[in-house]
């Protein structure tokens, strides 16, 4: 199975800041990346699909990047509404399907 | 609206089975693989099975194969998950979601989701 690492775990930030996320494969996954925001109790929410494909309907500071084993999210200006935490998953090799383990983007 | 409504969560004891639902409504349903993801509390999510639009491709999770089962009515736009041998461990809240159509070609990223339904096994 494909391991995903995320880090860090969590973190402390302002409104305004830019913030980053890295998420790393245990082997090659080429761009088979995606990104989803889940707030508390909540279902997650799909933000990046293809590692940088943004989708429909999600605000222009979100970004993603990176391929074969390392990828990142960014939040270019952080909003109050962007604290939440946040998942990475690769759909490049199954069974299994596999996420990170989540990074929480808390208000400093 | 895309939607997807799951249902049939509740309280089973050890042992006992369950069986999830997931109606689907303002997509093309049978165009698209669909699957089951859980997140127990205060954890991460772990995907749980995944079936392709005509069925013909089915998958589990290690942890659930052997005591669970997908499957999808497409008359129906309907997906269930028949949960049996129910452990602690299965407690969590239990989403469906759509995979993704691009041309011919289906992906096994999350859109839509549903609200989740929450599964607790426990004495």
């Known amino acids: 199975a494909i391991r995903m690492t995320q880090s860090p775990s969590s973190f402390s930030a302002s409104t305004g800041d830019r913030v980053t996320i890295t998420c790393r494969a245990s082997?090659?996954?080429?761009?088979?990346l995606a990104w989803y925001q889940q707030k508390p109790g909540k279902a997650p929410k799909l933000l990046i699909y293809?590692?940088?494909t943004l989708q429909s309907g999600v605000p222009s500071r979100f970004s993603g990047s990176g391929s074969g084993t390392d990828f990142t999210l960014t939040i270019s200006c952080l909003q109050s509404e962007d604290f939440a935490t946040y998942y990475c998953?690769?759909?490049?090799?199954?069974?299994?399907?596999?996420f990170g383990g989540g990074t929480k983007v808390e208000i400093k | 609206e895309v939607q997807l409504v799951e249902s049939g969560g509740g309280l089973v004891k050890p042992g006992g089975s369950l069986r999830l639902s997931c109606a689907a409504s303002?997509?093309?349903?049978?165009?698209?693989?669909m699957n089951w993801v859980r997140q127990a509390p205060g954890k991460g999510l772990e995907w749980v099975s995944s079936?392709?639009?005509?069925?013909?491709?089915?998958y589990y999770a290690d942890s659930v194969k052997g005591r669970f089962t997908i499957s999808r009515d497409n008359a129906k736009n309907s997906l269930y998950l028949q949960m049996n041998s129910l452990r602690a461990e299965d407690t969590a809240v239990y989403y469906c979601?759509?995979?993704?159509?691009?041309?011919?070609?289906?992906?096994?990223?999350?859109?839509?989701w549903g609200q989740g339904t929450l599964v607790t096994v426990s004495s």
């Open positions: 979601a759509s995979g993704a159509r691009v041309w011919a070609a289906e992906y096994n990223w999350f859109d839509p």
């Open positions: 303002g997509f093309t349903f049978s165009s698209y693989s």
């Open positions: 079936i392709s639009s005509s069925s013909s491709y089915i």
């Open positions: 082997q090659g996954i080429s761009s088979y």
């Open positions: 293809a590692a940088s």
């Open positions: 998953q690769q759909y490049y090799s199954y069974p299994p399907l596999t």
